[in-house]
């Protein structure tokens, strides 16, 4: 492991609520919660203050708005939150050739590849410098860490949120991670955590006290191996410039073709099995589980389920894999098995993030859907007006979409440079008011980019 704290991680704080506020003026200092407000819509970014009520990010909407009624509710704008990324991720590409992001708003920077740290002090002096750049290009605060270690330095920049920077000195690691929850080590999943937390262990000190035979027995030579080293600070995985992995999985093909569908079972049920391995070693998990049979006759199927979260339960894989098998005929005999997870996520932002976009799709029009009658039908034209979209208006100018149901929508005028606007409220069919595109957030020599 490097001597020196050069590996970054950079965080945005609460990316997608700081955004709508510094877009809104009005929910400046003010609960806000973006998410999927469908019904099955699940909480993406939280403000804040909106945090202060209990509410969290992956929350069920509906548990988010008894917590905080009051709070505003917004639809994501991807677009709008994609925009802002390219500019953080522009400045990081500056310090260095090595950037790897994890999501829209968090990324590795591995400082000393391009030169831009070597020690404790030129590495604080970049991070601080990164703060002021990202704060002056895109008016918004980002965490820091600053470590040897990619771990380290993610743990590091949790501590620093919000808008602060956190050095992990190397050689203090081991002390520092020690008392921490084991979750908090890369690997450690829901199923994982479980499994460690039956066993009496709940600490990453506890899984370095247990020991790295034991922590094979109960895990499996790849991730026992690969958590017993974390627990003991050592994380040598370098920052890649791409994510290499969109998917894990293996497969076996057969000598001889497999006709007995118990066998073709256990075959796909032994396959579950490694491809978690896999999964786990390298410090993932995911959402889709994929089924690859090539049958005798070399036609070659493939099916897929995607889950409601990501997994790295091997009962869980198995029993997808399984399913999906139900629905394949293998009469004639199969000459190769394989068994997948794809849709990644080492860290939960990327799988929120896709959660709250498949629902924005189906999310509805209301921002209180209990003023919405249950019957009402969906008329095309309200679903432009979704809570948070901006808008302008012919006499008003530009302003965004407070709220809209029962043929009307609620609109405040305001824009990122202006003091807090008003509300007026129109018919959803109004000819003067049109869906518009997000206006910078920060005007002069850096917004023309
Ligand atoms: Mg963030």
Known sequence: MRSAPTILHLDMDAFFASAEQASKPSLRGKAVIVGGLGPRGVVATCSYEARVFGVHSAMPMAQARRLAPNAAYLVP????????????????????????????????????????????ASARLAGAKLRADIRAVTGLTGSVG?????????????????????????GTERA????????TLPGVGPATGDHLRRVGIHTVE?????????LVRLLGKAHGHALYAMALAHDERPVVAERETKSVSVEDTYDIDIHDRVRVGMEVQRLADRCVRRLRSAGLSGRTIVLKVRRYDFSTLTRSETLRGPTDDPAVVREAAAR??????????????????????DYTQEDLFAQAAGEQEDSGVAEDADDVP??????????????GLDVTHAEFGHGWVQGSGV????????TPDSEPGRVRTFRVDDP??????????????????
């Not at 939150?81 to 050739?97: D, F, K, N, T």
């Not at 990619?150 to 190397?170: N, R, T």
């Not at 249950?374 to 809570?387: G, K, L, T």
């Not at 043929?407 to 305001?414: A, H």
């Open 77 to 120: 704008r991807f677009a709008f939150y994609r925009a802002i990324s390219e500019q953080v991720m522009g400045l990081l590409r500056e310090l260095s050739p090595l950037v790897e992001p994890l999501s829209l708003d968090e990324a590795f920077v591995d400082l000393e590849a391009g030169g831009a740290a070597w020690d404790d």
């Open 146 to 170: 600053l470590a040897a270690s990619k771990m380290l330095a993610k743990i590091a920049s949790e501590q620093a949120k919000p808008d602060g920077l956190v050095v992990i000195e190397p």
């Open 407 to 414: 043929g009307r929508v609620t609109v405040r005028f305001e």
């Open 324 to 345: 999906l098998l139900d629905s394949v005929d293998t009469t004639g005999g199969v000459r190769l098995l394989g068994v997948g997870v794809s849709g990644l996520a």
């Open 432 to 449: 003067e008011l049109e869906p518009a595109e997000p206006l910078p957030l920060v005007r002069g020599p850096f917004a023309e980019a």
């Open 374 to 387: 249950a019957e009402a039908p969906v008329v095309p034209v309200e679903r432009r007006w979704a809570s």
């Open 176 to 183: 520092l991670l020690g008392p921490m929850p084991v979750r």
């Open 206 to 214: 506890e899984i370095a006290e247990a020991g790295e035979d034991e």
